[in-house]
């Protein structure tokens, strides 16, 4: 081959290896910021993978995702976010729990943030407000600390001989205090004495189980948390050996043996935050896009359950149940 020829051809190589570099770093990147595990977020992280489909982006396509996982180790998220500050995301989806919005919203105010919350963003600082967000963060709430009070009146359906139900919350949780709050009033309202419990590590759950035994609590509302999600063995365990009757907030839960559940349907949610994804790497900002809140709730039973505890369930809520495990 002559001089000129090799060089011609070179030249050819470096250009196509520059354009081939230019298309890789034109290639949007989604950081996820998640507080629980791969594992345990693999059903929501599929949906949002289709909300993206949807809006025209498919992972290692046209689209990179970063993943940052706490796993449960709530004191990771700030160090998790800044690096994908760091790494200069175009945007960054934080779910597995509230704190993951706010170590994002702590690390950036320009990055566009989407976040998938449990309580109210409002008055969880994130955004001044659901219809215009402002700022750089938009998202989601499932509504978890919301549904309580009702959580509450499905108990007492469920066993109206009971004077004394117990609940189980994070200390940790940035909504603890209003999830109190709501459950004591709900409890009040119902003419329900509650006792209150708190948990943060697995060996402060089985002292919990033993506390409520104790005290002849009649049943149990475990309040949403990302801790109790990755926990929920243990958690359907000792429900089980001390046969407790126990409330949960995701249906995740009620299908792997717990008694009952009811809140948002979570799937629906992730779906709608992968669309918002979607639209924000076309160019919309966060405050143009108003905090979606669900509208779609779900009770589910497991029959199975009840049976092992010895309960009838009330016909008045199997005819509302959209999902009955037999």
Excluded: C
Aim: glycine share 8%; net charge neutral; hydrophobic share 45%.
């Amino acid at each position: 081959m002559r001089r000129r020829e090799f060089l011609l051809l070179l030249g050819g190589a470096m250009t196509a290896a520059r354009a081939l570099s230019a298309q890789q770093k034109a290639m949007p990147v989604i950081g996820f910021l998640s507080g629980i595990s791969p594992a345990g977020a693999a059903p929501f992280v599929a949906e949002v993978r289709r909300g993206l489909r949807e809006a025209g982006y498919v992972e290692d396509q046209n689209l990179a995702i970063e993943y940052r996982w706490a796993e449960g180790r709530h004191d990771s998220l700030p160090a998790l976010a800044e690096d994908l500050v760091g790494r200069n995301v175009d945007v960054i989806l934080a779910s597995g729990g509230d704190l993951s919005a706010r170590a994002a919203k702590n690390a950036t105010s320009t990055i566009p943030i989407v976040f998938a919350v449990g309580g109210d963003p409002v008055e969880e600082g994130l955004v001044s407000s659901l219809a215009r967000p402002r700022g750089n963060l938009t998202g989601v709430s499932v509504l978890a600390v919301e549904l309580n009070p009702k959580r509450v009146e499905l108990l007492s359906e469920l066993l109206p001989q009971t004077s004394l139900i117990a609940l189980l919350v994070n200390p940790n949780s940035p909504n603890a205090e209003r999830v109190v709050r709501d459950i004591q009033d709900a409890a009040h309202a119902k003419g329900l004495q509650l006792q209150i419990l708190k948990a943060s590590t697995e060996s402060d759950i089985d002292t919990a189980f033993a506390t409520l035994v104790q005290q002849h609590a009649g049943a149990l509302l475990i309040a949403g948390d990302q801790f109790f999600f990755t926990q929920r063995g243990q958690l359907i365990a000792l429900a089980s050996h001390y046969a407790v009757p126990v409330i949960y907030e995701q249906r995740e839960l009620a299908e792997a043996g717990g008694l009952i559940s009811y809140g948002t349907k979570r799937m629906a949610a992730f779906h709608e935050v992968g669309i918002y994804l979607g639209k924000i790497l076309k160019g919309a900002k966060p405050t143009d896009l108003p905090v979606q809140q669900p509208t779609k709730f779900e009770l589910v039973v497991n029959l199975k359950t009840a049976k092992a505890l010895g309960l009838t369930i009330p016909q008045s809520i199997l005819a509302r149940a959209d999902e009955v495990i037999e």
